[in-house]
């Protein structure tokens, strides 16, 4: 008689668990065709431009050394400017996924008392694409910034040197201890 009861209580558990599986699969399927009327937001990360080939990473170090050459060219004191940028990793893009999960458990008994337990896990991760079959990107992570070079013709200044070290500093949100500055030859 306890052995039914229980057995009818795992059975119930595993129709819940199921269920539940089932119910949050549905609702996550359900919010990403929810249409929206937000405004993308703007990130204050220097932008550059995305290029889907394997030169991503030196398009956009490129890119912010052209920005970063021009800003400090134009504060006072500085003069010409030379920029070199080091990138640690590559532009990583973090793609939408809809993951299915079934879970079976199965316990059998024979007529002699012998049992038997079966358990099943199967999960399953598929892309999610947009229209025209481009795959749905939640976020893009720029490559991190490693170190920074500058050749400035005003870096025997002392406070020409400092504002340039600050300045890349606080842009780049690289370390002081990873800008190095030197004068320009002529």
Known sequence: MLDKL???AKETKKQNYLYLLIVIAVLGIAITYIPTNKTPHHNKTPSAPILNTSNDVLSYEEAL?????NILQKMEGVGQVNVMLTTFSNEEKVLAEEKTQNYEHQEEKDQAGGSRITEKNDTRNKIILQSGNTPFIIKENRPQIEGVLVLAEGADSSLVKTQIIESVSNVLQVPVH?????????
């Open 178 to 186: 990873k800008v190095s500055v030197f004068k320009k030859q002529k």
């Open 65 to 69: 050394e052209k920005r970063l050459t």
């Open 6 to 8: 229980l057995k009818g």
